[in-house]
């Protein structure tokens, strides 16, 4: 597929250009940001070409400017592919936006297939590079610094033992059925469908009551339901190793066993992974450490995190660290693996800043959680005025009571408190909290287009700020 990193200009763009058609000032300013950092769309042209033997040969894919348009579009109004489509389809302003005009929009698995293509490493570099234009054009001087953790959820159900063993048993048993119907056979010799008595098994166990469970009811149950599972794996990897020469004339088909071959393989890897845990912690009454766990088989990268939340204790997703600054731009943000103590983040955070500013901030405001008296020395040492983080636990001296009861530190304190509202802003407005992505990579290319957007958002507003605000009057 080619990849132009500019479209032709058409008659009919000039002559909507004669129209006077404008967009929205917000959305013309980010347009605007995107034409004139062309360090940004070589990025992204080079991620669309990553892999492409003769990527200026073929029919002509998305633009560089029409996937950086697309994803910070869909982002900002919180759409999904097909939405996105039918919008700047339907819209002439829309198709401004992301560079159509006149043109033909693709298809909504267009814009999948595109955007997929962009790396983790792509969007924190677009991300940064705005950050830098923010400071050059003297709309943020990073005096201030606040810092918070949060959870974004991927796309799994509530993770229990016989809903992952049920998951195993009735994904094989559908993999395998349609491994037989791409070789043309009726069945695979020594495969049994075994997914109703796991779907009934399973039901059992969801619906004992309290007492059934502390009984040795529960574990009879488990017992078969793995029994079942086992035998759906190992059937599963014999029809695969079975049919392994088996094949087909053509190319499509070819490649379509050989996928369903592999899936079959990776979820006969991950069954095997449930039904060892499962018959740890159930039959054997062990305590499976958390790292040994997996919560989901179609996204195995899951972590469960616990952050003594009220109403929600648990949580099934990856912890993003986020830093934002006083105007509202998030300047640092990780995915982070597993759920490590917030603590951590301050040294590399300071550094981080002061990699961008050249400073490190005069105001550092964090919750308890981030306090340790490493960090508060680690704050001093790089010239924060203002250390806005509470001592968590233990008996406070005179002098750290009479620091957190100045008027600096709870000035911190409240300016603390805007991250929630940014967090807020990011789960609700960009969509943030339930990554429906598929796989870890695509998890942080989610985020990272989510903070993207946000910073563009603030980056525009303050330009449009800036130029509609009055003159000074001179005195004469």
């Not at 063993?165 to 049994?192: G, H, M, N």
């Not at 087909?248 to 991950?270: G, M």
């Not at 989610?446 to 330009?463: C, H, R, S």
Request: glycine fraction near 6%; proline fraction near 4%; include cysteine.
């Amino acid at each position: 597929m080619a990849r132009p990193t500019t479209r032709q200009v058409t008659f009919a763009d000039l002559e909507l250009a004669l129209q006077g058609v404008k967009l929205d000032p917000t959305l013309q300013a980010i347009c605007d940001l995107l034409d004139q950092n062309r360090e940004v769309l070589a990025r992204v042209q080079a991620d669309l070409c990553r892999g492409l033997k003769n990527p200026n040969k073929g029919r002509h894919g998305l633009t560089a400017r029409q996937v950086a348009g697309a994803l910070v579009l869909m982002r900002i109004k919180n759409w999904d592919y097909r939405e996105l489509r039918e919008r700047i389809a339907d819209g002439v302003t829309l198709r401004q936006f992301t560079d159509f005009h006149g043109d033909k929009v693709p298809k909504h698995d267009a814009f999948n297939r595109g955007i997929n293509r962009l790396t983790p490493e792509t969007l924190k570099y677009i991300n940064e590079v705005f950050v830098g234009v923010a400071v050059e054009l003297g709309l943020e001087d990073g005096s201030k610094l606040r810092v918070d953790t949060t959870v974004v959820e991927t796309d799994v159900h509530h993770p229990t033992d016989n809903t992952l063993l049920w998951d195993v048993v009735r994904v094989l048993t559908r993999s395998v059925k349609q491994l037989a119907r791409a070789l043309k056979l009726p069945r695979i010799k020594d495969f049994r469908d075994r997914s109703r008595s796991a779907h009934r098994r399973m039901y059992e166990i969801q619906r004992m009551t309290t007492r059934q469970r502390q009984g040795s009811q529960q574990t009879e149950k488990y017992r078969e339901l793995i029994e079942i599972a086992e035998e759906v794996v190992t059937s599963a990897t014999s029809a695969v190793e079975t049919t392994a020469t088996m094949g087909a004339t053509d190319l499509p088909t070819a490649l379509k066993i050989e996928s369903i071959r592999a899936d079959i393989e990776h979820y006969c890897s991950l069954g095997a992974q449930v039904i060892d845990q499962a018959r740890r912690r159930v039959l054997n009454g062990e305590q499976v450490p958390t790292a040994e766990k997996i919560y989901s088989i179609f996204e195995p990268h899951t972590d469960l995190i616990k952050r003594g939340k009220v109403r929600t204790p648990v949580e099934f997703g990856h912890k993003v660290f986020l830093a934002e600054s006083a105007i509202g731009l998030i300047t640092q943000y990780e995915v982070l693996k597993g759920n490590p103590v917030d603590e951590v983040h301050v040294i590399p955070s300071l550094q981080h800043h002061h990699r961008v500013f050249r400073r490190g901030p005069e105001v550092y405001s964090t919750d308890r959680g981030f306090f340790s008296e490493q960090n508060v020395e680690a704050c001093v040492n790089g010239g924060v005025t203002t250390i806005s983080i509470p001592q968590r636990g233990g008996t406070r001296t005179p002098q750290r009571e009479a620091c957190e009861r100045s008027r600096a530190f709870k000035d911190g304190q409240r300016f603390r408190a805007g991250i929630e509202g940014r967090i807020s802003v990011l789960m609700r407005g960009r969509g943030m909290k339930r990554c429906l992505a598929h796989g870890a990579e695509h998890f942080e290319l989610f985020v990272g287009a989510a903070v993207l957007a946000n910073d563009l958002m603030k980056i525009a507003e303050l330009l449009i700020k800036r130029a509609t605000r009055p003159a000074r009057r001179t005195n004469r």
